[in-house]
């Protein structure tokens, strides 16, 4: 008569376990779905980004509204020129970022694109002699010469509250000045981009090591913009793709040249 076979036995029977193969595969298939559910996370990662930039530029644009309801500044916006009284749109006076922050609660938060940094590993930056480097331009400004040396659309920025007219821009800019190259593109496909020369060891770009990447002072869309947030002053902000934004001189020096672009 044949003896019964204990559980324990049975079970070891049963649990032969996975072979080689089987393991490989299920690595293969894995990495397949990894391939193809990461391109879609980091395009709803980057859409997300962009409407939080659209976000904060509404609620600069509410400071600015409410800083022009002061009797004292007659409907006026606040100036757009640095501390030296040159203008770079990506920069504010002293004067200018301090009363915007007061409108804002004494955050500054909404001033910088949450994805956009720099080269070392913060926002924007201040400068004593300049002001402070913010995270979008600021178009409240004169019309901006035309200059051989680079786009050549004439434009004008509103200057009071009650005008029309675009008055932020997700900061697609770059600076072509010898002494400073850079090429800032907030919206890439893979996030954002800001292209320096090699400052203190620091790579060429946030996401680009310099084999790959375009020299400082390349166009944005050289750099793979993807397009801006566009704020005007009723309150809207469009998101706007790059074959669609033009390119304007975003710079005034001292001596009345531009060496700085933008798109919007």
């Not at 409240?140 to 509250?161: F, I, M």
Request: proline share 7%; net charge negative.
């Amino acid at each position: 008569m044949p003896s019964a076979t204990r559980w324990t036995e049975r079970r070891r029977v049963s649990s032969t376990g996975f072979t080689l193969l089987e393991l490989v595969m299920v690595v293969a298939i894995a990495g397949v779905l990894m391939a193809l559910l990461l391109p879609a996370l980091s395009s709803a990662k980057e859409k997300s980004r962009r409407s939080v930039c659209g976000q904060n530029m509404r609620q600069d644009i509410m400071a600015l509204r409410m800083y022009s309801d002061y009797a004292d500044n007659q409907g006026r916006l606040p100036p757009a020129t640095d501390n030296r009284g040159a203008y770079h749109s990506i920069r504010l006076s002293d004067f200018t970022f301090t009363n915007l922050v007061f409108q804002l609660d004494g955050e500054s938060n909404s001033l910088y694109c949450p994805n956009l940094v720099y080269y070392t590993g913060e926002m924007g930056g201040y400068d004593p002699s300049v002001g402070y480097t913010i995270g979008y331009s600021y178009l409240a400004v004169e019309a901006l010469p035309q200059t051989p040396k680079g786009p050549d659309e004439g434009w004008t920025g509103p200057l009071k509250a009650d005008e029309t007219g675009e008055v932020f821009a997700d900061a697609n800019y770059w600076s072509t000045i010898s002494s400073l190259p850079m090429t800032v593109a907030p919206h890439t496909a893979g996030g954002s981009i800001v292209a320096t020369p090699l400052v203190s060891g620091a790579a060429i770009s946030s996401l680009q090591p310099a084999s790959v990447s375009p020299a400082p002072g390349a166009t944005s869309t050289a750099m793979g913009a993807a397009g801006g947030n566009i704020g005007s002053l009723d309150g809207s902000v469009i998101w706007q793709p790059i074959r669609l934004l033009k390119q304007y001189p975003a710079s005034i020096e001292l001596d009345g040249s531009s060496g700085a672009f933008g798109n919007w």
